[in-house]
């Protein structure tokens, strides 16, 4: 299946935010507190993978100003939270069509919805008449056999006629046990695609591994359950590590050799390290290395006794090794991202990635970095939302892939009053503050690609372009050399900016040529 479609409705600061659409990697774009992350929690509790086992809270999660109102304003059900619509799959359509007969479906999307204390809710658009002539076809029902349920327009009216029949066949009696195991057409259909349905892993910006862990209290902790405590995020993440090393936190405390985990540790270490160099380009002198071994009795509480594992950073310029928790926390967090995404390609189901502000604290260029890592690794096999505040994080030419995320006000009698937040795709018609990141974006693009290029004439301003331009038109006209379009001409803004220029982008191996007419000013 494939997410389409996604409405948000009386989660935290969303009112109800309108129906959006949904890309194979969809950016939503906003201030703080505009409600990105609500968005991305309440898709989340829609259907949770297992890791990240989000759940729907009514006192917590329900808008607060409206919580005293709750049973007057949902007296006959509980308050609907999400609201999606899927695209179902050949394969997926296949899989109905053999037990259903073709044409079973009516339309190949579907709406799954998900409400305060309740399971998801699906609507799918079935075709019953084609299900029951396939079903008497099935069957082989005589003429005389079909006449009697001839009036049934719905399996479950089918059952019920069968149910009644005085003297029913064998062939009636076959079909009735059949249509009871199904309990309905719809539950039956819903039952052969929810293998389909993806998981939703939801991963923070603040998700990351702690440096190190005391394994006899990480064991206790996990099997308590108070390991999923949002404070043992970290703690959760090494042992995540491990179990992608292929080692248990019980393997950990009973394997008498050293060298038996210690291979599996430097494996699972070498693959992740492959993983940071090919899409870390800030530092390709990095290696991680993991070590299990006894406390030490003048370390700090709890790594004083016990067993302790520990993950640090190797550095191979400096010729130096330091604790995984003293590396930049862009490092840290990218690090923690893969060791979660490990999880993510070894699962049978498909996972859609819902990513709350990624790559918050890494440079710029680490950043596009990483959207380079979604499209190559991720988006081939997995739908991707994520949120960003960051104009490094939007990719400039997937502008149509950003929805705006606003929380909106109104003003009545002067005052101002909420209207929640809204996810909208007209992004000319929103906040410029708002807007900011698509801007950000945009202008970066237009500035590398039409203003500086692999072999840029430096000038002083606009007018400068206009003339030359000209005159390279009138050479032309006349059977003469004209300017090459190989070189882009770029307005520095006068001539005291042209060092500047040359100091900041002479980094990218371009090549520069300057035009300037004389200075009066002595040269900076």
Same mark, same amino acid.
């Given at each position: 299946?494939?997410?389409?479609?996604?409405?948000?409705?009386?989660?935290?600061?969303?009112?109800? /935010?309108?129906?959006?659409?949904?890309?194979?990697?969809?950016?939503?774009?906003?201030?703080?507190?505009?409600?990105?992350?609500?968005?991305?929690?309440?898709?989340?509790?829609?259907?949770?993978?297992?890791?990240?086992?989000?759940?729907?809270?009514?006192?917590?999660?329900?808008?607060?100003?409206?919580?005293?109102?709750?049973?007057?304003?949902?007296?006959?059900?509980?308050? $609907?939270?999400?609201?999606?619509?899927?695209?179902?799959?050949?394969?997926?359509?296949?899989?109905?069509?053999?037990?259903?007969?073709?044409?079973?479906?009516?339309?190949?999307?579907?709406?799954?919805?998900?409400?305060?204390?309740?399971?998801?809710? #699906?609507?799918?658009?079935?075709?019953?008449?084609?299900?029951?002539?396939? %079903?008497?076809? /099935?069957?082989?029902?005589?003429?005389?056999?079909r006449s009697s349920l001839k009036s049934a327009s719905t399996t479950n009216e089918l059952l019920s006629i069968l149910s009644q029949l005085g003297a029913p066949t064998n062939k009636h009696t076959e079909l009735r046990q059949k249509l009871e195991t199904w309990s309905s057409a719809t539950n039956r259909i819903k039952?052969?695609?929810?293998?389909?349905? &993806?998981?939703?892993?939801?991963?923070?910006?603040?998700?990351?591994?702690?440096?190190?862990?005391?394994?006899?209290?990480?064991?206790?902790?996990?099997?308590?359950?108070?390991?999923?405590?949002?404070?043992?995020?970290?703690?959760?993440?090494?042992?995540?590590?491990?179990?992608?090393?292929?080692?248990?936190?019980?393997?950990? %405390?009973?394997?008498?050799?050293?060298?038996?985990?210690?291979?599996?540790?430097?494996?699972?270490?070498?693959?992740?390290?492959?993983?940071?160099?090919?899409? #870390?380009?800030?530092?390709?002198?990095?290696?991680?290395?993991?070590? $299990?071994?006894?406390?030490?009795?003048?370390?700090? /509480? &709890?790594?004083?006794?016990?067993?302790?594992?520990?993950?640090?950073?190797?550095?191979?310029?400096?010729?130096?090794?330091?604790?995984?928790?003293?590396?930049?926390?862009?490092?840290? #967090?990218?690090?923690?991202?893969?060791?979660?995404?490990?999880?993510?390609?070894?699962?049978?189901?498909? $996972?859609?990635?819902?990513?709350?502000?990624?790559?918050?604290?890494?440079?710029?260029?680490?950043?596009?970095?990483? %959207?380079?890592?979604?499209?190559?690794?991720?988006? &081939?096999?997995?739908?991707?939302?994520? /949120?960003?505040?960051?104009?490094?994080?939007?990719?400039?030419?997937?502008?149509?892939?950003?929805?705006? $995320?606003?929380?909106?006000?109104?003003?009545?009698?002067?005052?101002?009053?909420?209207?929640?937040?809204?996810?909208?795709?007209?992004?000319?018609?929103?906040?410029?503050?708002?807007?900011? &990141?698509?801007?950000?974006?945009?202008?970066?693009?237009?500035?590398?690609?039409?203003?500086?290029?692999?072999?840029?004439?430096?000038?002083?301003?606009?007018?400068?372009?206009?003339?030359?331009?000209?005159?390279?038109?009138?050479?032309?006209?006349?059977?003469?050399?004209?300017?090459?379009?190989? #070189?882009?001409?770029?307005?520095?803004?006068?001539?005291?900016?042209?060092?500047?220029?040359?100091?900041?982008?002479?980094?990218?191996?371009?090549?520069?040529?300057?035009?300037?007419?004389?200075?009066?000013?002595?040269?900076?």
């Amino acid at each position: 299946m494939k997410l389409i479609k996604a409405r948000i409705q009386n989660f935290r600061s969303i009112d109800d /935010s309108g129906e959006f659409g949904i890309d194979q990697v969809t950016c939503l774009v906003g201030k703080n507190e505009a409600g990105k992350s609500a968005v991305l929690l309440a898709l989340a509790a829609l259907n949770p993978h297992p890791s990240t086992p989000i759940a729907l809270d009514q006192e917590r999660d329900y808008p607060r100003r409206f919580l005293t109102q709750y049973q007057t304003r949902h007296a006959t059900d509980h308050a $609907v939270t999400a609201t999606t619509t899927w695209q179902l799959e050949p394969n997926e359509i296949a899989a109905v069509e053999a037990e259903m007969g073709e044409g079973a479906f009516k339309k190949t999307e579907l709406v799954i919805s998900r409400r305060y204390t309740e399971a998801p809710e #699906w609507q799918l658009s079935i075709n019953f008449p084609i299900i029951i002539e396939h %079903l008497f076809n /099935s069957y082989k029902l005589s003429a005389t056999e079909r006449s009697s349920l001839k009036s049934a327009s719905t399996t479950n009216e089918l059952l019920s006629i069968l149910s009644q029949l005085g003297a029913p066949t064998n062939k009636h009696t076959e079909l009735r046990q059949k249509l009871e195991t199904w309990s309905s057409a719809t539950n039956r259909i819903k039952n052969i695609l929810k293998p389909y349905l &993806p998981t939703f892993m939801y991963f923070s910006n603040y998700d990351r591994m702690d440096g190190a862990i005391q394994v006899q209290q990480t064991r206790d902790l996990a099997t308590s359950g108070q390991i999923e405590l949002e404070s043992r995020r970290g703690q959760k993440l090494f042992a995540e590590f491990l179990s992608y090393a292929g080692i248990t936190l019980d393997e950990v %405390l009973s394997i008498a050799t050293y060298e038996t985990f210690d291979a599996r540790l430097q494996a699972a270490s070498n693959n992740i390290t492959d993983q940071i160099l090919e899409y #870390w380009t800030q530092n390709p002198d990095l290696s991680v290395n993991v070590k $299990v071994e006894a406390a030490r009795p003048g370390d700090e /509480s &709890p790594f004083n006794t016990g067993t302790v594992a520990r993950a640090r950073i190797h550095n191979s310029l400096h010729r130096v090794d330091t604790p995984f928790s003293e590396r930049s926390a862009g490092f840290v #967090w990218f690090f923690s991202f893969l060791v979660k995404f490990a999880q993510v390609k070894s699962a049978d189901k498909p $996972v859609i990635l819902l990513l709350d502000e990624p790559g918050l604290t890494l440079h710029g260029k680490a950043q596009a970095d990483l %959207l380079r890592f979604f499209d190559e690794k991720l988006a &081939p096999f997995h739908q991707i939302i994520y /949120s960003t505040h960051s104009p490094f994080m939007v990719a400039a030419d997937k502008l149509s892939s950003a929805r705006i $995320v606003e929380d909106q006000v109104e003003y009545k009698n002067g005052r101002r009053m909420p209207l929640g937040t809204k996810v909208r795709v007209d992004v000319l018609h929103r906040d410029p503050d708002t807007l900011f &990141p698509l801007q950000g974006a945009l202008g970066y693009e237009i500035t590398q690609s039409l203003f500086i290029g692999k072999n840029t004439l430096l000038v002083e301003g606009p007018s400068d372009i206009l003339y030359l331009h000209a005159l390279s038109e009138a050479l032309n006209t006349r059977g003469r050399t004209k300017l090459d379009p190989r #070189w882009a001409l770029c307005p520095s803004g006068g001539i005291d900016k042209i060092r500047p220029f040359v100091a900041l982008f002479g980094a990218n191996a371009l090549n520069v040529a300057v035009l300037s007419d004389q200075g009066t000013e002595p040269a900076p």
